[in-house]
Each structure stands twice: as structure tokens, then as C-alpha cells.
């Protein structure tokens, strides 16, 4: 069975809001692995929709469906993107919404 | 959405030479076009930004557009004999290997619209003769060997559509026979179609087709396998119209009966071929040591060689043009997000023949361009968010290829049969291989991959150091050799140049033997063989054999390329680790960030101080737009063991990786638990240096990224340094020692 997020895992949400990135403690990464390791329908993915400066956040549809762009999840810097999606994703994992 | 595309005839021309450009305006658009050569093609603001100059051109202009659709999918083609006409009491028989049998209806064999054996809705085989359908109820098993088979008695009207597995397995009843009345077919100009049906070409077959033969009697069904004997019993002989060998002509597009009319038939979108048969036993693992186990042929509804787009216009290179990379700029719109235009890319090389040429040349990585072109695996890989560490993001260009899948595969990819792409093509537009657009594979930052990204390497030739210089390309490398490279003292690679014919890596051998001086600021390079075709321009071959980084594994016994019967795989597996011509070799990957290097002892040897005259410090490209380093992507590094030279400079290592970026799997046997940048050693690039008895010498970084770094703080910084002194001091004729 595949590691599910533990109440003493709180702690790492703030490493990965100031970092979204790169050099992650094994504890977050296994976090992050356990989020991004999902079927491609209904993954979370971005679309550019302006070069270098908006993006949109949008749904695979595992080629099933088109790309579902929710145009209301905008957003002017990836790393703020990153921090939307951990949020669904820990919601659905935990249940728990992060502020 | 993307608005209008486009593909070239060719990648690289020289003066004089002419290049038509193909361009589908989806909604029959006018759209504009002019020559640009392209400078720089990262528009990320915090680098130099998109640069172009118009080149003017008799081709600058206004013009009509059309909607110039794609029909991907293989097939075999026979022309019409008078013997199809003529037969009234037939047997179409061939061994099938389906790969997706509950796909709906696929041809196997086809003698025009009145004759057709074919996979039914059912999952079974079906047949039709005239007005007759006959269906089986037994579901094929996917990946298994069939005798497939219909036949017509014309003095009885009986026909039977036989459908016999080479396996069986209890409890899986996939074996048939039906019978019906039917009256003959309408066989007057018919055509023999293999793997697809009708004119348009429709129901492609995704599977694996061997020994086809079409006799002119009704077989009874307890003969049918003599049929696949060779030679054919001598009663059979007088009846015989047909029998084909796909073993024969496995190195061209044409296949080849054996029968008494010597039919000769094509292939068109280039099936896989010196594909195992349906006797393979894996005695022999080579298709030209055993044709007679390589009869398949492997059909994909998805396969494409050639769009086959109608030219708009054609460009003469003028004779004055300077050598560089080019494109052809077409557009209907100035939609920011890039969907009312397209950037088609070309590499003006020199003059063939000339030998008068600049010292230095850029060597335009287009056989991994090509081996790269539409990959899809951020858009059909489950595990592209993890290996990049980030969301996947998708350009416009991305959701295009998404909706579109008859734009064609890369060597990444797996037809929706599952099976791996083995042939990849530049005759149809290639979406990842243009400026301003940013890969989901390219680190944080630009998020550049292969093209664009080197084109971070010729704006610093032009831009910075001022240099003249001509751009080659794999191409021309493949096609002239050592004597391409003859003109020149220094080559510069791409970024990532990956793959590799015998002939290009025998050249760039000999070239470097000779004194030549490569400067390789990349990372993965001369790491796959691969093949071109004999008789195709623009098309190659690779075949996953082994390990390596393999995004899918060649079949056991389709080892060999078909295009050159060599033994395909990495070229680590035939003995020419890259550390052996490079001094270093793929090491680690992962798509994250990236990060810096860190001076090495050998950096202060008095061979190396021309690298470091005016470094400051020991951190080298803690800066950069990709991923914010130096060192990161893919990383090559040191191994004696491997074939780095004895005398090979260790000047500098990359460290501090982020722990997406791990060990590839061909550096271990039994996987390891400190795979991670964070705990394997060898997560490391190494920058090296090593000359040859020559005068030659190479250079080498070790990283994908190195290059994303030269332009940083007005192109004014150690990577810029470090790289231009290695440059001038390559022009220097001098030796080494």
C-alpha cells in the first residue's frame, strides 16, 4: 500500500510553500510523489496562456476528453500555482484544508 | 488554438538549393510569410528575449491559404493485376498478430471494396465477399498469432472465413469457422491492400501481418497451413497468385511477392519492419541471419512518414546568405499566446564542396531533433509530473498535439498498440521544434528543450563573441562524413546531441583524431545508434534495445534496425562508451532545477589555465534560465572504466543536486537505495578537458543546462567566460602541448 499523509506531515507544508522546487527533505518529496503519482484523467495540469507571464489551471482528460481549462484559476507565477494545486491535493488526500 | 503550421522539404539546404515550405491554414486563412534567421529563441524576460532578423526574399508575400489535412496510418499496397480480375474460386489467407483487437473494425487484407478480411466489431476476424458478411463471435487474444483466412468456392457460392489460433489456451475459445453463401465478388481494377481498406485508406490495423498469399481455388480448411509452407506443395502451384515475403526488402519500402507474377507492392506511412514472424522461435535474434523468422510486418493506425502536404512556396537560398538557422515565418494574426503563427525552422550550411570555410562550425543536433519530434509524454505519461518535479505545463502548441494525434509520434513514444515508436520523421510539422517555445521537459525558467535551446548557443556565437561561424547539421554529417567536418578546427555541439549514426560517429572519431577540437557543452550526447534509410530522406530509426534511458524496450529479437540490419541499442552496448570520444558519459537526470559547479584540482593544471583566465571563485553558473543553473537536465561524467582518457582534465563538478535528479539505470545492475542527487556520488556533472597527439582536443561540460546560462548578466558572467575562453583558445592554432 502506497504511504497516505500522516498528521505529523503538517509540518512540511510550509517547506513546500516557500519552496516549491527542488531541494526537498525526503519527507516532503514522498508527500509530493504520493500527489503527482495519479491516474492521467482528472490530473491537475497548467496551460500557458500568456508567454512567461499567465496560466491557467486545467484538467487531463486522458486523451479521453479535451484539456479542461478552468478559467477561473489564474495565475501570474507558476510557484503560486504550485501552491493551488498542493492545496486541492492535500484536501483530497486528508480531508484538511491549508490556509 | 493553433491557427496555421507548417514543415519543410528539408531541414538543411545550402546556396543555390531550394526549400518549399508546406503550410496548412486550418480554416483556409491568407497568411503572410517571410525568411527570418533566427538569433535568440527564448522569450523568457529575464534572458535577451525572442530575436529575429527578416532576411528579404522573394518569397515575402500574401497568400492563400487551405486546410491541408493528415492521414496517418500504415498500409501495404499492391497495384491491380489482370489475376485479381480473373479469379472466381479464391483463398486470401495471412498469419495475424493483433494488437488491439476490440479497436472496432481493421483490414488485414483487402482486393478492392468486394473482398476483405478484415478484424470485426465483434473482436473476431470478419470477411466480406461480394454482398456477404461473414463474422466470427470468438474474440481474438491480443498479441497472439492468428492463421486468418476466407475462401470462395464459385461453383457451390460457399464462402468460409477461418479463423485459427497458433496457441490455444482451455477456456478461451478463439478459434471460428463460418460459412455462407455469397456470390463472387467485383474484383475489375481492384487493388491489393494490406493492413487497411478503401481509397481513402480507412480501418488501419494495428498488428503484426506475415506471408499473405492469395490462391485461386477454395482451400479446403484442413490445408490452409500448407499454404505457409516453402516451397509450396506442387499441387498448390498451378493455383498460386500470390505469396508474399516480407522478409525480403526489409531495408526498403517495397515488399515483394514470390509467387509466378512477381507482384511488387509498397508500403506507405512506414510500417515496423525486421519484425519477428509468426515462426519466430528465438534461435536467432537477427533478422538477417534468419529471414525466414522476420516475415512481419507491423502495421499502426498511428504510424506517419510523410504528411504529404502540397507546397505554398519555395525558397532559393541566395549565394551571399550567410550559413546560420533560418526560418520561415507564416502568419495570420498577432495572437500573443504564438496561435496565429508559425515559425518553420531550416539550417543554411555551406556550399557543398566548399572547403573554404570559417574555423568554426555548430553542429545542429537534428537527428535528436528528429527523435524528439512530438513527443508525447507529458501528454500520455503518468509519471511526467514527477520526473520534472512540477506541474506539467502545456503551451498552445502542447493542447494542439493533444487533439491532434495524426501529427505523428517521437522515438519517445508508444503507438496506442503499446508498441515502441522505432522510425521518426521531419516530413510533417513538428510543434517542439521551434523558437519561443518552451518544453514541459526544460527545467524551471525558459523550460527549453533541443532546438530552441541551442539556440541559446548561436545567439552567443553572434551576439557576444562576434564570431563568424557556419551551422552542419546529423544530416549532412551522415551523408558526407569526415569530409564535412575537414574545413573545420572547431565544432560546437547543440545542447543535447543524442543520437547517432555509425557513419556520423566514425567521422567525428576520425575528425577529432585528426586534430579537430570539439567543444561539447551538452549533456547525453552520442548515446543511442541509430540508422537512416537507404532510400528515405528525413527519416530514422532507433531501436530500445537493452537499457538505457528507455521511455519503452524493443521486443526481444527486434534488436536490429531494419534500415541498416545493424545492432541498435546504446552505444555503450557496442562498445564505444561516449566517455571514449567525449571523456565523459551519461551519468544522472531529472527536470527540476538545476544547479552549480564547483572547481575541481586538475582546474588549477597548467593544460587547464586557458579554461579559468579571469574566473574568480570556485562556484561555477549558480546563475542561469534553465532551472536557475549550470548544471542540471542530464548530466555526463567521468569513467576510466568506460574509456575516458587516461589524461582527461576533471576541471570542474556539479553538486548540490535536487533529489529528482537520479542515477541512470544503466550505471547499476541491483538498484541501489541512494539513487538520489542528494546521496549518489555520480549525480554529478563533470566539466573536462582532454587533447589528442593531433593538436585535437575536446571540451566538455556535462550538462543539458550549461548553455542556459551564457546569456546571464548581459552574457557578462563564468559560464560566458569560461566558454568563450575555451572557444578562443580552440581558434588558436597553437597546440596543445
Redesign the interface.
Known amino acids: 500500500m502506497r504511504y497516505q499523509i500522516q498528521p505529523e506531515d503538517r509540518m512540511l507544508v510550509d517547506e513546500f510553500r516557500q519552496n ?5 527533505s ?1 519527507g516532503l ?1 514522498r508527500i ?2 504520493r500527489m ?5 484523467d482528472g ?10 507571464r499567465e ?1 491557467k489551471l ?1 484538467i487531463h482528460g486522458d ?1 479521453q476528453r ?2 479542461e481549462i478552468l478559467h477561473d484559476h489564474v495565475f501570474t507565477s ?1 510557484e503560486e ?2 501552491w493551488a ?1 498542493f492545496k486541492l491535493r492535500w484536501k483530497a488526500l486528508t480531508g484538511e484544508e491549508l490556509n | 488554438m493553433l491557427e496555421l503550421l507548417g514543415y519543410a522539404d528539408r531541414f538543411s539546404v545550402a546556396p543555390g538549393e531550394v526549400i518549399e515550405f508546406k503550410v496548412s491554414a486550418f480554416e483556409g486563412q491568407r497568411f503572410r510569410a517571410e525568411i527570418v534567421r533566427l538569433i535568440h529563441g527564448d522569450a523568457n524576460p529575464d534572458g535577451p528575449g525572442y530575436k529575429h532578423v527578416v532576411v528579404p526574399s522573394a518569397i515575402e508575400g500574401e497568400y492563400q491559404g487551405r486546410n491541408q489535412p493528415i492521414e496517418a496510418g500504415s498500409s501495404g499496397v499492391v497495384p491491380h493485376h489482370p489475376a485479381f480480375a480473373a479469379l472466381e474460386s479464391f483463398t486470401l489467407l495471412a498469419m495475424v498478430w493483433p494488437t488491439t483487437p476490440a479497436k472496432g473494425r481493421q483490414a488485414i487484407l483487402a482486393l478492392g471494396e468486394d473482398l476483405v478480411l478484415a478484424i470485426g466489431e465483434k473482436c473476431g476476424l470478419t470477411g466480406r465477399v461480394g454482398s456477404t458478411t461473414l463474422e466470427s463471435d470468438a474474440p481474438l487474444l491480443k498479441r497472439h498469432w492468428y492463421l486468418a483466412a476466407l475462401t470462395f468456392d464459385a461453383a457451390s457460392g460457399r464462402a468460409t472465413l477461418i479463423q485459427r489460433p497458433l496457441h490455444g489456451y482451455p477456456g478461451a475459445p478463439d478459434a471460428a469457422m463460418v460459412s455462407a453463401t455469397a456470390k463472387g465478388p467485383g474484383l475489375a481494377d481492384a487493388e491489393l491492400l494490406i493492413a487497411a481498406e478503401g481509397n481513402p485508406r480507412r480501418n488501419h490495423l494495428n498488428g503484426k501481418i506475415d506471408s499473405p498469399r492469395l490462391l485461386a481455388c477454395a482451400l479446403s480448411p484442413e490445408r490452409l497451413e500448407a499454404l505457409l509452407v516453402r516451397p509450396l506443395a506442387a499441387d498448390l502451384l498451378p493455383d498460386l497468385v500470390a505469396a508474399f515475403d516480407f522478409a525480403e526488402g526489409t531495408r526498403t519500402t517495397r515488399i515483394h511477392d514470390v509467387g509466378p507474377h512477381k507482384l511488387e507492392g509498397r508500403l506507405e506511412q512506414m510500417p515496423a519492419r525486421a519484425m519477428k514472424g509468426w515462426c519466430w522461435s528465438g534461435e536467432e535474434m537477427c533478422w538477417w541471419r534468419k529471414p525466414e523468422h522476420y516475415g512481419a510486418i507491423h502495421f499502426h493506425a498511428d504510424d506517419l512518414h510523410d504528411a504529404g502536404w502540397s507546397t505554398d512556396f519555395a525558397f532559393t537560398v541566395p549565394d551571399d546568405l550567410r550559413s546560420g538557422v533560418y526560418a520561415a515565418h507564416v502568419w495570420c494574426g498577432d495572437a500573443e499566446d504564438g496561435t496565429q503563427e508559425d515559425l518553420i525552422p531550416f539550417f543554411v550550411r555551406p556550399r557543398r564542396g566548399d572547403r573554404n570555410r570559417p574555423k568554426l562550425a555548430f553542429l545542429a543536433p537534428t537527428a535528436a531533433y528528429m527523435a524528439y519530434a512530438n513527443d508525447q509524454n507529458h501528454i500520455r505519461g503518468e509519471a511526467a509530473e514527477m520526473v520534472i518535479g512540477r506541474l506539467v505545463t502545456y503551451q498552445p502548441a502542447d493542447i494542439f498535439l493533444h487533439d491532434h494525434p495524426e501529427l505523428g509520434l517521437s522515438l519517445y513514444d508508444r503507438h496506442a498498440d503499446g508498441s515502441g515508436v522505432c522510425y521518426s520523421s521531419r516530413h510533417r510539422p513538428i510543434l517542439n521544434m521551434r523558437p519561443k517555445y518552451s518544453s514541459w521537459l526544460g527545467a524551471t525558467g525558459s523550460g527549453l528543450w533541443q532546438f530552441n535551446a541551442d539556440l541559446h548557443i548561436t545567439d552567443w556565437l553572434e551576439s557576444y563573441m562576434e564570431v563568424e561561424f557556419d551551422v552542419i547539421t546529423d544530416e549532412d554529417l551522415h551523408a558526407e562524413g569526415l569530409a564535412l567536418l575537414e574545413p573545420y578546427q572547431v565544432v560546437i555541439t547543440g545542447t543535447h546531441p543524442e543520437y547517432h549514426s555509425t557513419r556520423m560517429w566514425d567521422a567525428m572519431r576520425a575528425w577529432i583524431d585528426r586534430g579537430g577540437r570539439l567543444m561539447y557543452v551538452a549533456a547525453n550526447g552520442w548515446y543511442w545508434r541509430i540508422a537512416f534509410h537507404d532510400e528515405l530522406d528525413g527519416v530514422i530509426e532507433v531501436r530500445r534495445a537493452e537499457d538505457g534511458i528507455r521511455t519503452w524496450e524493443a521486443d526481444p529479437g527486434e534488436y536490429h534496425h531494419s534500415f541498416t540490419g545493424e545492432y541498435g541499442g546504446l552505444w555503450r552496448r557496442q562498445g564505444r562508451p561516449p566517455q571514449a570520444l567525449l571523456g565523459i558519459g551519461f551519468m544522472a537526470q531529472g527536470f527540476d532545477i538545476c544547479s552549480y559547479y564547483r572547481r575541481q584540482p586538475d582546474s588549477h593544471d597548467p593544460r587547464a589555465a586557458f579554461v579559468f583566465d579571469g574566473v574568480d571563485g570556485e562556484i561555477i553558473g549558480d546563475f542561469g534560465l534553465i532551472g536557475g543553473g549550470a548544471a542540471g537536465l542530464e548530466l555526463d561524467a567521468v569513467r576510466h572504466d568506460l574509456g575516458t582518457p587516461p589524461h582527461t582534465l576533471v576541471l570542474a563538478s556539479s553538486e548540490a543536486h535536487s533529489d529528482i535528479i537520479m542515477l541512470v539505470n544503466e550505471e547499476f545492475g541491483v538498484v541501489p537505495p541512494n539513487l538520489k542527487g542528494s546521496e549518489h556520488p555520480n549525480v554529478r556533472a563533470d566539466m573536462t578537458f582532454y587533447d589528442t597527439a593531433a593538436g585535437g582536443a575536446v571540451f566538455a561540460t556535462g550538462s543539458i543546462a550549461w548553455c542556459g546560462s551564457l546569456s546571464w548578466n548581459g552574457y557578462d558572467n563564468n559560464v560566458s567566460k569560461i566558454t568563450g575562453n575555451v572557444l578562443r583558445r580552440f581558434l588558436d592554432p597553437a597546440p596543445f602541448r
Open positions: 516549491p522546487y527542488g531541494r526537498h525526503p518529496l509530493l510523489n503527482r503519482c495519479v491516474p492521467l490530473k491537475y495540469v497548467l496551460v500557458c496562456t500568456k508567454p512567461f496560466w486545467a486523451r479535451p484539456i507558476r500555482a504550485e494545486v
